[in-house]
């Protein structure tokens, strides 16, 4: 851990499939003594939009661009996109994904994609959910408690 960041996100939604529902996201940064931990909530959004804000959130928060990054996250959503280079197809595509419907998220997908650009070394690592890992679970819990509070 000596000289990256180290980021876990996760994110949540209670009622994913129904319009009145909560979504939380939450994210651990750690660079070396250094540990910020942040979350939020929105209504009527999904699982995934959490997933792909709670990552979006973090990477705002970092003032260096120059320090490498590892996002360590369960959502194969986004893991996957980015090791996978989806998005590079989705915009040759003009957004069009491999079913031929539009991609969904992509407000968030352009934002994330351009933040994930603008820094020097950015690597994302599939963790296991709700396997004991400490801050993915912390970053789990962070995400509850932005559902808790946008819900009150």
């Given amino acids: 851990m000596n000289n ?3 980021i ?4 949540a ?3 994913n499939q129904h319009d009145e529902n909560i979504g939380g996201y939450g994210a651990v940064l750690i660079y070396k003594d250094n540990k910020k931990e942040i979350f939020g909530g929105e209504v009527n959004t999904t699982n995934n939009r959490m997933e792909l804000k709670a990552c979006i959130e973090a990477l705002k928060v970092l003032k260096r661009k120059d320090i490498p990054i590892e996002i ?3 959502s ?3 893991c996957n996109c980015f090791n996978q280079k989806w998005y590079e197809k989705w915009q040759r595509n003009g957004w069009i994904n491999s079913k031929k419907e539009s991609v969904e ?3 968030l997908w352009v934002e994330l994609i351009n933040l994930v650009d603008s820094f020097n070394s950015i690597k994302f690592i599939k963790v296991k959910g709700h396997s004991g890992i400490e801050l993915n679970e ?3 819990s962070l995400a509850n ?3 808790t509070e946008i819900g009150n």
């Fill in 72 to 74: 360590h996250t369960d």
């Fill in 4 to 6: 990256k960041i180290i």
């Fill in 8 to 11: 876990f996100t996760d994110g």
């Fill in 76 to 78: 194969a959503y986004l």
């Fill in 138 to 140: 912390l970053a789990d």
């Fill in 145 to 147: 408690r932005g559902m």
């Fill in 105 to 107: 998220n992509k407000d």
């Fill in 13 to 15: 939604c209670s009622g």
